[in-house]
């Protein structure tokens, strides 16, 4: 649940200003604190649901998990 795409180095992250991302496939429930997600803690998010980060540094404390059978898909973008 790392948000890293192939070749993006530390310094380039650093240099990210803002996150968003979308929920694709399935429902995902996320924490953004750093605590460990469960089937019972976190906020659950519909496919559809946006998320916006406004520096990477919160982006980092974001965890997820799936809450059915099917993952879901979160596509995100960081943005300079």
């Known amino acids: 649940t790392r948000i890293f795409r192939s070749g ?5 992250l650093a240099s990210m200003r803002a996150c968003e991302g979308i929920v694709e496939t399935a429902e995902i429930r996320m924490t953004d604190d750093g605590t460990t997600v469960t089937a019972s ?6 496919i ?3 998320l916006t980060w ?4 919160d982006a980092r404390f974001a965890r997820f998990i799936r809450t059915g059978s099917t993952s879901g ?3 995100v973008r960081c943005y300079q």
Do not use: D, I, S, Y
């Open 41 to 46: 803690v976190g906020t659950p998010l519909g």
């Open 48 to 50: 559809g649901a946006k």
């Open 8 to 12: 993006q180095t530390r310094a380039t």
């Open 73 to 75: 898909v979160l596509h």
């Open 54 to 57: 406004a520096n990477t540094e």
